[in-house]
Nanobody, 119 residues
Framework: QVSLVESGGGVVLPGGSLTLSCAASGLTFTSYRLGWFRQAPGKEREFVAS????????FYGDSVKGRFTLTRDNAKSTMSLQMSSLKVEDSAVYYCAASPTGTTSYSHWGQGTQVTVSS
């Protein structure tokens, strides 16, 4: 059974940093493109970042470009999202997701972790 488990969420001051992690199990990790999405109350789900199967290519949403860095460790089946210069508008539930080879959609999702940026 595929499982994606996020961790690292919390409360941080504006301008602060936070690192989210996603641990995967039950799948061939290197066969999946990985991504982070977020959803704030009353808003649609938003793409945050994605990373290719071997980690050589990353893509970022315009709102986080230059502030967030996405990496993956295929040996440990984990992914990390380093977030810096956080803004109040970054507050949301963050979800990790996995997209299998040959598709553009994400077939597996985690339960989410809350990030709150507040003074």
């Amino acid at each position: 059974q595929v499982s994606l488990v996020e961790s690292g969420g919390g409360v941080v001051l504006p301008g602060g940093s936070l690192t989210l992690s996603c641990a995967a199990s039950g799948l061939t990790f290197t066969s999946y493109r990985l991504g982070w999405f977020r959803q704030a109350p009353g808003k649609e789900r938003e793409f945050v970042a994605s990373i290719s199967k071997r980690g050589e290519n990353t893509f970022y949403g315009d709102s986080v470009k230059g502030r967030f860095t996405l990496t993956r460790d295929n040996a440990k089946s984990t992914m990390s999202l380093q977030m810096s210069s956080l803004k109040v508008e970054d507050s949301a539930v963050y979800y990790c997701a996995a997209s299998p080879t040959g598709t553009t959609s994400y077939s597996h999702w985690g339960q989410g972790t809350q990030v709150t940026v507040s003074s």
